[in-house]
């Protein structure tokens, strides 16, 4: 373990956000937990200085760090710049939600540097090279999950929530720390590189097939992919809105991030075709894609029959990490592409949708499908920029939802996975459904009330500001989709 | 093989199909209490594109098969999608039928008294999909398009429809996405498996796609070639609809106001058959003679089975959603069967019942804006309490049974001279459908019209002037055309020879 002044270069948004943490609890203190705009404004500002340090400095090259701990290259940067993205729209999505700012509330100020910390915790998962530092950040991220889940103390849901968050994740974690001893007992190494070196003779056998199943599990539960999505529905719908937002969004994109990273890397080897292979004969695409497969397919049947719209967007949320793992079972650089194409347009549209339940939270009496009576003669820009989320989350054009799904469906029938992707599109059918229950609440049937709702603005600006991409990145989409093929260039070329 | 005329690049299709687009978005952003000022806007807005439909009328070319009119834009540069728009003789008249029928609608729509706004908008929207289907020539753009039309077709008949109105919606929502997502793989595997030959890379070009020479070796496996005619097939039929993926239609019918109504029979249905005969058949032109018979009989199933349904419905509207069915049968009968006469009858028929069945729904708006019911049974002897609207009810009742001299006959005619030559028996089933198709016609027009007077409706006004703008055109075109066809079938001849000259046996 060698460290280097020099280091610090490449981890610079990194140690802002983690600075950042420090400053809110300070800031917390200070104003003895008054004045709450202090944290709140400090972390604003920390994720801004972050955000544009990350943007003045992309890295050109990979570059290993902290001994070889961490990798900072194309693919960190592509997550960094979402994972900052993220953590500053839900802050200001926070600030103005009575979950969390209620004046029945505590500790409000902690509430940011707890969202700093998770910022920090994220990036650090998607750059992780070593199963050590992969330990410690997913770890870093759960344990401030799960104080978030329960971040409305008073609130009996809010509790359960924690507590099952708690429960799942410290099995999930304990099995895949589990696998990862394995990982090191086969290869004798912890670096993502020294397991490919020690995995390249291809005797992994039954053991390898153990570890990987182990591994998945502690990142299956990180995605809420089935089988292990059991307390997604419950956290998500028992913790304050605005943090079922963070959720849906960011720990989920970060397990991905660090999942691509550690089977592409450690896993998988590209021939001098530029083409992708396994290193082993252990089949584990096969495993994952019929993961991928019960996950879509269990997340749209059980949306069907809910009538929380939260529990609605949980329940979706899972059937959309079973559309992405599509991307990722293929071994093709475009799968993968697909894949951080589908969760960057993801943030925006889940974001976006549990916004819209955070700005009615606040007013609407409940979160049930029919409280969304009328919506759109009551609340005409808010029904109609939910509608576009909607149909972004369906995956019809002309929204951004659509090009994702579409480069998914793209690169598995590339792969020749015809029977997923034709499974992924008869979900997609089905999903139109429920989607289209909200939709038919806000449009069809008459309000109760009427008279506006009342929102409070900086929601309204914030939907517009999410609701624009959607759109936009539906029609015109080239500089994603180049960012996310070179984002990964650096990954997969450098090996 | 289809190709571009040269020096025909043209921007007049992109205005036909976003000048209403911008009429939605201005829309939008006027004060919603003005209703007459939604009304005189999107009337303003659906008359330039019938306008510049006159014109397209008259610098087409019909002495080629080439696509005109074109205009080919870089989309998406690194996968291969193109703005690729231009009309050949196959899709100019859906263009024209869409323009038409578009602004007529407008005009029907105008007793609309809730949000306005709205809907209006959401109309305006509804042609630019529709248009844009019919002139996309890059095949992702024409997904879009495709699917940009369900959104507000979702809206008028969920919020502007009758009592039934949500199961219908959903349910036309759902049927025709089911179908259009199987068109979606069936894309991708088109795309990675055909070569654009100038640059050797994938392509979403259906010119490209129809040179058979651009198919790669995967695409050349006749189980593969026929799997992928499936998958288009029934995304298409869904839309036509053919028996039996039929069901979504009557209720969406039935639920939908009457201008909705008249798009859905006179424009959304052309798209499945449009579809078959743009995409399916010169893609995947051995496919299309593999699966001729079927084809066949399923157009005779069509043909029977909506006339017995629409015999026995006692809702006018729904009579005339069967009779739909009905007639969509003769268009697919035309299409199985690879002649001159009998693909002419199919896109002629295409037109013809656009107009006709348009007129139809029309009419049935115009009794269940007064009587607020559509009972078959509950009228009678209309013809003397409403003599004129019986006149115009007639004359289009007796085109959809096929009287000769009105223009449903022409297509009907033809499609039975060309099918008789290569399917005798199922054509004999099918001219079955026309007798029956003068059963349920007459027998309502008798049950409505005739007899002695329903005292209730012994003063209903007649049919008013804004109603018989809306029909009259629609009604001299229906006549015209059904003594003097040739405008239009020399339109579409050159196109079609030239379709059914690339399909072996």
Known sequence: ?495 | MLELADGGSSSLLTWMTFFPLLGAVVISLLPSRNQNLHRWTALGFSLVPLVLAVKLFMVFDRSTSDVQLWTQVDWIRTFHIQYFVGVDGISVTMVLLTALLCAVCVVASWGIQRATKGYFALFLLLETGMMGVFVSLDFFLFYVFWEVMLLPMYFLIGVWGGPRKEYAAIKFFLYTLAGSVLMLLVMIALYFNVNDPSTGGHTFNMLHMMAQANHGEWLLDPTIRHILFLGLFIGFAIKVPIVPFHTWLPDAHVEAPTAVSVILAGVLLKMGTYGILRICYPILPDAAAWFAYPLAILGAVNIIYGAMCAMAQTDMKKLVAYSSVSHMGYVLLGMAVFNEAGITGAVLQMFNHGTITAMLFLMVGVIYDRAHHREINGFGGLGTSMPKYTTVFSLALFAALGLPGLSGFVGEALVFVGAFEVYRVVTIVSVLGIILGAAYVLWMLQRVFLGPLNEKYADTPDINRRELITVLPIAALVIFLGVFPPPIINMIKVSLLNLIAQIPG
């Open chain 1, 1 to 495: 373990m060698n460290f280097t002044w020099s280091d610090a270069a490449y981890f610079g948004p990194e140690a802002v956000m983690g600075l950042t943490f420090l400053l809110c609890v300070l800031g917390d203190l200070v104003t003895r937990g008054r004045r709450h705009v202090v944290p709140f404004g400090t972390l604003l500002v920390g994720t801004a200085i972050s955000l544009v340090l990350a943007l003045l400095h992309p890295p050109v090259s990979s570059h290993a760090i902290l001994g070889q701990m961490v990798v900072v290259d194309g693919f960190a940067h592509f997550f960094r710049l979402l994972f900052l993205g993220i953590t500053f729209v839900t802050a200001l999505l926070s600030w103005s939600s009575r979950e969390i700012m209620g004046r029945d509330r505590e500790h409000q100020g902690e509430f940011y540097a707890l969202a700093a910390m998770l910022c920090f915790g994220m990036m650090v998962m998607a750059e992780s090279a070593d199963i050590v530092m992969l330990a410690l950040s997913l770890e870093a991220v759960s344990i401030t999950s799960y104080i978030l889940a329960g971040f409305a103390r008073f609130s009996f849901r809010s509790s359960e929530a924690a507590l099952k968050y708690v429960l799942w994740g410290a099995v999930s974690s304990a099995v895949m720390l589990y696998g990862l001893s394995l990982f090191y007992g086969l290869t004798g190494a912890t670096s993502y590189e020294g397991i490919r070196a020690g995995l390249s003779g291809g005797q992994g056998g039954m053991a390898l097939l153990v570890a990987i199943l182990f591994v998945m599990a502690g990142i299956g539960y990180k995605i809420s992919a089935v089988p292990f999505h059991f307390w997604t529905p419950d956290v998500y719908e028992g913790a304050p809105a605005p943090v079922a937002a963070i959720f849906a969004s960011g720990p989920k994109i970060a397990g991905f991030a660090l999942m691509i990273r550690f089977f592409y890397v450690a896993l998988v080897q590209d021939d001098s075709q530029g083409t992708l292979a396994l290193l082993d004969d252990v089949q584990w695409p096969w495993v994952l894609a019929i993961i991928s497969a019960a996950t879509m397919t269990l997340g749209n049947m059980a949306a069907i029959r809910q009538n929380s719209v939260r529990r609605l967007l949980a329940y979706s949320s899972i059937a959309h990490v079973g559309y992405m793992l599509m991307g990722f079972v293929v071994l093709s650089a475009n799968g993968l592409a697909a894949v951080l194409f589908y969760l960057f347009v993801y943030a925006i549209m889940t974001i976006g949708a549990f916004l819209v339940v955070v700005a009615l939270n606040n007013r609407v009496s409940g979160e049930e499908i029919d409280d969304y009576a009328g919506l759109g003669f009551r609340e005409p820009l808010v029904a109609a920029m939910m509608f576009l989320f909607l149909i972004s989350l369906t995956g019809l054009p002309p929204t951004a939802g659509f090009i994702g799904k579409f480069y998914l469906f793209a690169a598995a029938g590339e792969a020749g996975l015809w029977w997923l992707a034709i499974l992924g599109v008869l979900n997609s059918v089905v999903s139109l459904y429920y989607y289209m229950r909200i939709a038919r609440a806000m449009y069809f049937t008459p309000p109760e009330l009427s008279g506006r709702v009342g929102l409070a603005q900086a929601h309204l600006i914030l939907l517009v500001v999410l609701a624009v991409p959607t759109l936009v990145l539906g029609v015109f989409w080239s500089p994603l989709k180049e960012f996310a093929d070179q984002s990964l260039r650096m990954l997969l070329g450098g090996g």
